[in-house]
């Protein structure tokens, strides 16, 4: 499958990143929501199917020296279970050679997949939802 790889958002419509994002089940994000994150990271990637069809994204937030948080990795439905997936978390991480710890947090489920990249669990993350019972019922946290 040939894919066209980014590294940049400025040839994304903002509307098909909400697609993707909407198609790879990874909640609601506003083209508005999407274009900032993305705009204020310091890596992203994306790919391309041959028809021009975004089916790939992610990010990396970063201070470019110690910690660098992966981000946001959707892959369409159809491209699921191919491969894309994992050369996406590969190409996120190559941008983050050098730093001194990469985090991320998984969508409940996933924590295997990105296990195969290098990631374990920590024991001390912790996190401030702005929904705590909407992060509780994905598996994000324990509900209090």
Request: charged letters at 25%; a neutral charge; hydrophobic letters at 45%.
């Amino acid at each position: 499958m040939a894919l066209t790889w980014l590294d940049s958002w400025h040839d994304i419509g903002w509307d098909e990143l909400e697609a993707l994002y909407r198609a790879a089940a990874l909640g609601t994000k506003t083209a508005a929501l999407l274009q900032t994150v993305f705009g204020n990271s310091r890596y992203c990637c994306f790919a391309r199917d041959a028809d021009g069809r975004l089916v790939a994204a992610g990010r990396v937030l970063s201070d470019g020296a110690d910690c660098a948080y992966l981000c946001d990795v959707a892959v369409h439905p159809s491209h699921q279970g191919t491969g894309v997936g994992h050369e996406m978390v590969s190409r996120l991480l190559a941008l983050c050679k050098g730093h001194r710890k990469i985090i991320l947090y998984a969508v409940a489920g996933k924590e295997g997949f990105y296990r195969r990249h290098g990631f374990r669990p920590m024991r001390t993350a912790m996190a401030i939802f702005d929904d705590p019972a909407a992060a509780a019922r994905r598996g994000l946290i324990d509900g209090e």
